[in-house]
């Protein structure tokens, strides 16, 4: 019998741009339980919503972050979200631009086409602890203005199947915009970093 797995919310890539320029991520919740995946397929209790997804591929990369924060609303899809650059998209944007990274860099423009914003579902409290650290640490090293974190992120890509509204048994799926239906990950592991050593890597 399948039961209520965690929280989530959907954000957009400009938040973590505005993340990278300033902005502090909140404190983090580590109270999370394990997840339930069941006949290839994982299921999500979230507010008035019972959301389904399909288990696709394994996935391990390596990203730049620009921000990040664990998601906490009662009727959420995902626990935490997180924004990065992937590192083979990153070292060309490096190679010619060396402070990408900065807001007032000519190559930020091409980091801000980079960016990839995650739904993220943690795959237990450990993993939830770790993205928290990493962000934390981000941030800190923003505000000494010190090199930046990447992570290295293990897991399996998700695709929403349903999004059914409990009470009515209607699945409204196609009626969420698309930000709100795709880039899910089933993270179950977390590395942080040092993206400098990756960039020239």
Same mark, same amino acid.
């Given at each position: ?11 957009? !890539? +400009?938040? *973590?741009?505005? =993340? ?6 909140? $404190?983090? &919740? ?77 190559? !930020? +423009?091409? *980091?801000?086409? =980079? ?6 579902? $943690?795959? &237990? ?77």
């Amino acid at each position: 019998m399948r039961k209520p797995l965690i929280y989530v919310v959907t954000i957009i !890539a +400009a938040m *973590a741009i505005a =993340a990278s320029c300033g902005q502090d991520s909140t $404190t983090i &919740d580590e109270d999370n339980e394990p997840y339930v995946e069941e006949d290839n397929e994982l299921y999500v209790e979230a507010g008035d919503f019972d959301v389904y997804f399909k288990l696709l591929e394994p996935f391990s990369e390596t990203y730049m972050l620009f921000g990040g924060d664990p998601v906490t609303h009662k009727g959420a899809f995902n626990n935490f979200w997180l924004a990065g650059i992937s590192m083979e998209d990153a070292r060309p944007i490096y190679a010619k631009y060396p402070d990408f990274y900065r807001c007032a860099s000519p190559g !930020a +423009a091409r *980091a801000k086409k =980079a960016l990839k914003t995650m739904n993220i579902i $943690t795959a &237990d409290s450990y993993v939830l602890a770790a993205l928290n650290e990493a962000v934390a640490e981000l941030n800190n090293r923003i505000g000494r203005g010190g090199d930046r974190v990447a992570v290295r992120l293990e897991g399996v890509t998700l695709e929403m199947t349903a999004a059914i509204v409990r009470q009515a048994g209607e699945d409204i799926m196609d009626q969420l915009p698309k930000q709100a239906r795709s880039n899910y990950f089933l993270v179950e592991s977390v590395e942080m970093v040092e993206a400098q050593a990756e960039l020239e890597g």
